[in-house]
């Protein structure tokens, strides 16, 4: 029989339960039990929704309250001294490391998060060094096994890998110079040991244990520690089934098929390229393969037939027993279920799957695969043929149109007419900005006023007019504040924007929305990504009427703002069926198309916000050339329609650029702005190194926290960055946008930021 697994299921509750019990405890508004209670019917909801869809190994110990890596943290002891001796109760130190405390006499901040993997996840960072005492306070895989099998489910553990573990997290600070996590792999065993041994002893026959780190090009450093940690475990453990996600195994699949395990599991829906390799490698021994066929990462139904030709590769080569049906990955970067979208079309139902019917999904594989006679599993078969086709009909004939306009893009469209210093001088005389120009990256704060009233719009409540004219009074309100302050390139503050992607995706032709799909990006915060379904165009101006309403309002030159077409991409459910390539370009023309028109409208200068173009880097090095070339190429697409005098500016929120920064160069924006003022001016030189001659606007400041930086702290930062990059080149700006600020500290601080820059002025 060929059996069928769920690496993990999102754990926010169908109707995000989990986001209200937490952020309500939080408040101080229910209690600890009352939030261990909601958390436990959320587990139990969906242990047995997905064991009621027929999957074989239903998950446990993958829920969380916050993060899993928080909680593997917390549980194994890694918590930095500064959380620790202030009478907190475990719960609250574990939040407290998760997002801060500042309450009560205790203030500090929260541990540093990084994205998980390439998804939109982002993990808490475990902080070692040689003083970490691993100890094993709590078994939640223990704990939450003993749970489900007692509401009648039982459960395949989850539990985080050791040397994944490890190499996800970093030294401490206080660490000694060279300290290497990994190093401390020994004494993390034995705490491994026994937690397994436990779950042993309990009677679990199967654990999932997660190693992504596989997937990337440094796990091959690591195949030593692979080696010793699985010795060590396996004798101890329940069968084990290795997980590996989110990419291919490659040279690793060397290493990683020695390994003394029960089971191993690949992702089939990034890589079904290492299928082949992995089979030869098992062959020979009595592993059980796991194949990611059911993908983790989107919200597509999976194509049945295609699905089950690969299956019966593995199937034919390791035979019936020794093959599990699974998801690719976890399903926590997807929806919980399809049933509570209320406003998709019958049609645009039928394309989708969800956590839950992906579950139902990978139980009715595994039943054709082991040969089925069952009525309904037949029909789900046929049922599933029936919309795979009509979803393939639907994207032959899409838009003929836009594949042409693509299709028909030619080299010059990617280039300015000119280069940057004729460019410079050509904008110098339009815009007539100072030296060391002041501006901000575009949103002001989003009051609270400002989301009743699209609250109000959405439950129609106020009309669309009277909505516009609230709109145009923000604008208004945001305008005269920096003519008051003394900026000198404006913005018109984004109070439109529920979203930076949202916004854009509503507009524009080929996304449809949904209303309760919400994944997991952080903690309590959830997004909602908008799903791109079909070839992406404009039918109209999307934001030339506010900014230009905007620029009506003074005489000082107005920054039009757009979300870039990578950023749009990579927050939303991409396509399956064509590349993220064509889709990035077919975003690119339609922002083109908006770029032109806010020229035409008379706006001079166009901020396009590319904040995801780092973190859409593919995981491994091999990858990289191919994805810089496609998205740096459709940012240019978006920004080389206009004429010399328009100055392009771009914004990326996260400064990593050490190995990419020929990239950041091809971009050719005229100006952009960067979050630096939380690194040193290591970037600036790495600017300075290779030549950089376009104009930046490195974050003067940090607008992630209310704190008001004073002017002199500004000076200095204007005074180091001086030093570094030449007078003509610098602007001055925060480094990010307000809309999460209040504006008290907002005025404060840019009122500084001005005193700042003209300090400059007279100074250099
Ligand atoms: N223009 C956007 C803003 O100011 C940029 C946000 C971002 O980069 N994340 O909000
Ligand atoms: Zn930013």
């Not at 695969?369 to 046929?382: F, T």
């Amino acid at each position: 029989m060929v059996s069928s697994s769920v690496l993990g299921f999102p754990r926010i509750g169908g109707n995000r339960e989990i986001k209200k019990a937490v952020e309500a405890y939080w408040g101080g508004k229910i209690s600890a039990e009352d939030l261990t209670k909601a958390a436990f019917d959320v587990r139990k909801t969906s242990w047995s929704t997905v064991k009621a869809k027929g999957v074989d190994f239903v998950p446990s110990g993958e829920f969380s309250l916050y993060d899993h890596v928080l909680d593997h943290s917390a549980a194994f002891n890694v918590i930095p001294s500064r959380y620790t001796g202030h009478n907190l109760s475990p719960l609250d130190v574990y939040f407290a490391m998760g997002r801060g405390r500042q309450a009560d006499g205790v203030d500090v901040p929260a541990s540093e998060m990084k994205k998980w993997f390439d998804s939109n996840y982002h993990f808490v960072v475990p902080e070692f060094s040689d003083a970490t005492d691993f100890k094993l306070l709590f078994n939640k895989a223990l704990e939450e096994y003993k749970e489900a099998k007692e509401a009648g489910v039982t459960t395949r553990p989850v539990v985080l890998g050791p040397v994944s573990f490890l190499v996800l997290g970093k030294p401490s600070k206080s660490a000694k110079p060279g300290f290497e996590p990994i190093s401390l792999l020994p004494k993390l065993l034995p705490v491994y040991k026994t937690l397994l041994a436990d779950l042993k002893a309990a009677g679990v026959e199967w654990v999932q244990i997660d190693e992504p780190i596989l997937v990337l090009d440094k796990a091959s450093t690591f195949e030593q520690a692979y080696a010793t940690a699985y010795a060590e475990l396996a004798p101890v453990a329940p069968k084990i089934l290795l997980a590996t996600y989110f990419g291919r195994l490659d040279s690793n699949l060397g290493f990683v098929s020695k390994l003394p395990v029960a089971g191993l599991h690949i992702d089939l829906d990034r890589a079904p390229g290492q299928l082949d390799d992995v089979i030869a490698a098992l062959k020979p021994t009595n592993v059980v393969l796991s194949l990611g066929l059911v993908s983790g990462r989107n919200i597509w139904k999976t194509d049945f037939e295609a699905a089950i030709k690969l299956a019966q590769k593995a199937i034919d080569a390791l035979g019936q027993d020794r093959v599990i049906i699974a998801t690719s990955s976890s399903l926590l970067h997807t929806p919980v279920t399809l049933e509570s979208e209320k406003k998709l079309t019958a049609e645009q139902k039928d394309w989708f799957s969800f956590a839950l019917e992906k579950a139902a999904e990978v139980a009715t594989i595994a039943a054709v695969l082991s040969g089925s006679q069952d009525a309904s599993v037949k029909a789900a078969l046929e049922a599933n043929k029936v919309s795979i086709a009509k979803r393939r009909a639907f994207e032959q004939n899409s838009d003929d149109s836009v594949r042409k306009r693509v299709a028909a893009i030619t080299p010059d469209m990617f280039e300015r007419a000119s280069p940057f210093a004729v460019r410079q001088a050509v904008q110098a005389k339009h815009l007539n900005l100072p030296k060391f120009p002041t501006t901000t990256i575009g949103s002001f704060p989003q009051t609270k006023e400002i989301r009743q009233a699209r609250a109000k719009l959405g439950k129609g409540e106020i009309t669309q007019d009277e909505y516009d004219e609230f709109i145009k009074k923000e604008i208004e309100t945001v305008v005269r504040f920096q003519e008051k302050v003394g900026l000198d390139l404006l913005v018109h503050g984004e109070p439109e924007r529920n979203d930076m992607v949202q916004y854009f995706g509503e507009q524009l032709n080929g996304f449809v929305f949904t209303q309760n799909a919400w994944v997991q990006s952080y903690g309590s915060r959830y997004v909602r990504p908008p799903i791109i379904v079909s070839d992406v165009s404009r039918s109209g101006p999307m934001t030339v009427r506010w900014s230009s309403y905007a620029q009506s309002l003074t005489k000082r030159p107005m920054k039009g703002m757009l979300t870039g077409p990578v950023t749009i991409l990579n927050w939303s459910f991409p396509r399956a069926d064509v590349s993220r390539e064509l889709q990035s370009k077919q975003l690119a023309l339609a922002l083109r198309d908006e770029v032109v028109d806010l020229e035409k409208a008379g706006i001079s200068a166009i901020q396009v916000d590319e904040p995801a173009i780092r973190e859409g880097l593919p995981l491994r090095r091999a990858d990289w050339d191919g994805y810089l070339k496609w998205a740096v190429d459709s940012f240019k697409l978006s920004t080389a329609g206009v004429t010399d005098q328009l100055q392009t500016h771009s914004h990326f929120c996260y400064s990593d650029f050490d190995d990419i920064f020929p990239s950041i160069q091809r971009l050719d924006a005229d100006v952009i702005s960067i979050e630096a003022s939380k690194s040193d001016m290591k970037l600036l030189t790495t600017f300075k190194q290779y030549g950089y001659s376009n104009q930046i606007g490195p974050g003067v400041y940090d607008i992630h926290s209310p704190r008001v930086p004073s002017e002199q702290e500004i000076k200095d930062r204007v005074a180091d960055m001086l030093a570094i990059l030449p007078d003509s080149l610098l602007f001055i700006n925060p480094d990010c946008g307000l809309k999460t600020r209040g504006w008290k500290e907002t005025e404060a601080a840019l009122i500084n930021v001005v005193a700042a820059a003209r300090w400059a002025r007279q100074t250099y």
